[in-house]
C-alpha cells in the first residue's frame, strides 16, 4: 500500500524549532523527488521544500530559506523537515508529497504546526 505518513507537528512559540518526519512506504521510496507543502487557513496549498531521490538537490520556497532544512534517510524510507526560527506566519498543515512515475499524486494526512506565544 503507498502511504506517506507525517508526524512531528505541535505548538511551538516563535523562535522556536520543530521536526517533521514522513514515513514512506509501498513503492521505491529513493528513486522519487520528496516534497514538504503546507496550508494555512483561507490560503492555498504552497510548496515548501523538494529534495531528489538521492538527496543531493533541495529547492526551497523564499520564505523558508535559511530557516527550514530538509533531508532524507532512503534506509528508513523518511524524509524530514527541520524547521528552526519559527515565525507566526509559519502556522499551517503540513504535507509530505510525492509525484509516481505512474502519474499518482500522493498525499500524506498533514500534521498541524502552530507558532504562537
Known amino acids: 500500500q503507498v502511504q506517506l505518513v507525517e508526524s512531528g507537528g505541535g505548538l511551538v512559540q516563535p523562535g522556536g524549532s520543530l521536526r517533521l518526519s514522513c514515513a514512506a512506504s509501498?513503492?521505491?521510496?529513493?528513486?522519487?523527488?520528496m516534497y514538504w507543502y503546507r496550508q494555512a487557513p483561507g490560503k492555498e496549498r504552497e510548496l515548501v521544500a523538494s529534495?531528489?531521490?538521492?538527496?543531493?538537490?533541495?529547492n526551497y520556497a523564499d520564505s523558508v530559506k535559511g530557516r527550514f532544512t530538509i533531508s532524507r534517510d532512503n534506509f528508513k524510507h523518511n524524509v524530514y523537515l527541520q524547521m528552526n526560527s519559527l515565525k507566526i506566519e509559519d502556522t499551517a498543515m503540513y504535507y509530505c508529497?510525492?509525484?509516481?512515475?505512474?502519474?499518482?499524486?500522493?498525499w500524506g494526512q498533514g500534521t498541524q504546526v502552530t507558532v504562537s506565544s
Open positions: 509501498g513503492f521505491s521510496f529513493h528513486l522519487y523527488v
Open positions: 529534495i531528489t531521490g538521492y538527496g543531493d538537490t533541495t
Open positions: 508529497n510525492t509525484w509516481l512515475t505512474t502519474g499518482r499524486n500522493i
